[in-house]
């Protein structure tokens, strides 16, 4: 077995854990659907589950496509997509959600089907989550590595799926303290992830900079 597969499937489940944050998105889930019955719920979980995997899968697999159309470089990408994720992770750390999770306005407008937006996007599947599949897909040098981080991303949307489904009695359970915790866990190991994407990103860029520099020195 190749060695770089193991720590490849667990920063892709740590990262898509994190970025989805089922167990943060639980009490906004059930302020949403408050007044609902049980079966009503699973219903939404499903349909926002299915919506997020499927928008993710075509991310994923158009993301070099994207590139190429509009002219955009890898490591670009992944500076961008680093403040992303960091920005995220930092407010996960101070246990609140970003702004674009949370809003009562949104709440109103979409509750006829809360499944597709907000729910399902941006919550499930935000701009971080977008940015951090296309940005492995192109570390995934292997078939293995691909076939590893769709199976990742399948496998999150599927816990997503049980633990929404599970939230009143888990919310029960963590309380209000014990989520905050997760959540400020979570987005420590968010902000670590963003760093090194964000490096990753960065360190080509200077040290063609240097070269260039260096170049022109010597001439």
Same mark, same amino acid.
Not at 35 to 63: N, P, Y
Not at 74 to 82: C, D, K, L, Q, V
């Given at each position: 077995?190749?060695?770089?597969?193991?720590?490849?499937?667990?920063? #892709?489940?740590?990262?898509?854990?994190?970025?989805?944050?089922?167990?943060?998105?639980?009490?906004?889930?059930?302020?949403?659907?408050?007044? /609902?019955?049980?079966?009503? $719920?699973?219903? +939404?979980? $499903? $349909?926002?589950?299915?919506?997020?995997?499927?928008? =993710?899968?075509?991310?994923?697999?158009?993301?070099?496509?994207?590139? &190429?159309?509009?002219?955009?470089?890898?490591?670009?990408?992944?500076?961008? *997509?680093?403040?992303?994720?960091?920005?995220? *992770?930092?407010?996960?750390?101070?246990? $609140?959600? @970003? !702004?674009?999770?949370?809003?009562?306005?949104?709440? &109103?407008?979409?509750?006829?089907?809360?499944?597709?937006?907000?729910?399902? +996007?941006?919550?499930?599947?935000?701009?971080?989550? +977008?940015?951090?599949?296309?940005?492995?897909?192109?570390? %995934?040098?292997?078939?293995?590595? &691909?076939?590893?981080?769709?199976?990742?991303?399948?496998?999150?949307?599927?816990?997503?799926?049980?633990? =929404?489904?599970?939230?009143? &009695?888990?919310?029960?359970?963590?309380?209000? @303290?014990?989520?905050?915790?997760?959540?400020?866990? /979570?987005?420590?190991?968010?902000?670590?992830?963003?760093?090194? #994407?964000?490096?990753? *990103? %960065?360190? !080509?860029?200077?040290?063609?900079?240097?070269?260039?520099? /260096?170049?022109? =020195?010597?001439?």
């Amino acid at each position: 077995m190749d060695s770089t597969l193991l720590p490849f499937a667990l920063l #892709c489940f740590t990262s898509f854990f994190t970025l989805t944050n089922p167990l943060g998105t639980m009490p906004v889930f059930l302020t949403m659907t408050h007044g /609902m019955t049980d079966k009503e $719920r699973q219903s +939404i979980v $499903r $349909r926002a589950t299915i919506v997020s995997f499927i928008t =993710l899968m075509v991310f994923v697999f158009a993301g070099q496509f994207l590139f &190429k159309f509009f002219g955009i470089s890898t490591n670009g990408f992944r500076i961008a *997509g680093g403040v992303i994720i960091f920005k995220i *992770g930092f407010d996960m750390l101070q246990a $609140r959600y @970003t !702004p674009m999770k949370l809003k009562d306005e949104e709440i &109103k407008t979409y509750a006829d089907d809360i499944s597709i937006t907000p729910l399902g +996007i941006p919550m499930l599947c935000g701009p971080g989550a +977008i940015a951090n599949a296309i940005v492995l897909m192109q570390d %995934a040098h292997s078939y293995e590595m &691909k076939g590893i981080l769709i199976g990742t991303i399948a496998l999150i949307y599927l816990l997503t799926f049980f633990i =929404l489904r599970a939230s009143t &009695k888990l919310v029960n359970v963590l309380g209000e @303290t014990g989520n905050n915790v997760m959540m400020r866990l /979570m987005g420590l190991i968010l902000m670590v992830i963003a760093v090194e #994407c964000f490096v990753s *990103g %960065a360190k !080509p860029i200077l040290v063609d900079i240097v070269r260039e520099g /260096m170049g022109g =020195l010597l001439k």
